[in-house]
């Protein structure tokens, strides 16, 4: 059986993704702790993160770090926070999240987002990432993890 993320990856199930590369994409969670807020994927679903092999690990942090330098000046907050929680989908992931005070980094304040807000938000962080030289990561559509 898929997990959810996996479904997203595919293309069965709708996502708006930021970066894509052999092996993590990144994309908005649906229900943000802050505007900008996303997730940072393997392609392959370790159910846990202490599963994954190093390298993707070393792969995950390094996007992680790419994507919070990008949210600081695209969402004007003083640093990005990272969450490795992993309960509601067994598939590794990292949250990436703007932060304002140590509040945003609390998983429970979570809340939907409409397609626009999110839309917005995601736009606005593939064009931070792109102005950061990292262009050839953003897939050139919201809904693809395609780079093609």
């Known amino acids: 059986m898929s997990t959810a993320f996996e479904n997203i990856i595919a293309g069965v199930w709708p996502g708006r993704f930021v970066w894509?590369?052999?092996?993590?994409?990144?994309?908005?969670?649906?229900e943000p702790i802050a505007p900008?807020?996303?997730?940072?994927?393997?392609?392959?679903?370790?159910?846990?993160?202490?599963?994954?092999p190093?390298?993707?690990?070393?792969r995950l942090m390094a996007v992680a770090?790419?994507?919070?330098?990008?949210?600081?000046?695209?969402?004007?907050?003083?640093?990005?926070?990272?969450?490795v929680a992993g309960f509601e989908v067994p598939?590794?992931?990292?949250?990436?999240?703007?932060?304002?005070?140590?509040?945003?980094?609390?998983?429970s304040h979570a809340r939907p987002a409409s397609d626009g807000d999110l839309d917005r938000a995601m736009?606005?962080?593939r064009a931070a990432l792109a102005e950061d030289g990292h262009g050839r990561h953003v897939p050139p559509r919201l809904g693809s993890p395609e780079l093609a």
């Open 54 to 58: 190093e390298e993707v690990l070393t």
């Open 20 to 30: 894509a590369d052999g092996t993590c994409v990144a994309f908005a969670t649906i």
């Open 91 to 107: 598939h590794t992931h990292v949250h990436v999240v703007p932060m304002r005070s140590e509040a945003d980094v609390l998983l």
């Open 65 to 83: 770090r790419i994507i919070g330098i990008a949210q600081e000046r695209a969402f004007g907050v003083a640093r990005s926070g990272l969450i």
């Open 123 to 125: 736009e606005s962080l």
């Open 36 to 52: 900008g807020h996303v997730l940072v994927v393997p392609r392959h679903p370790y159910a846990k993160w202490t599963d994954a």
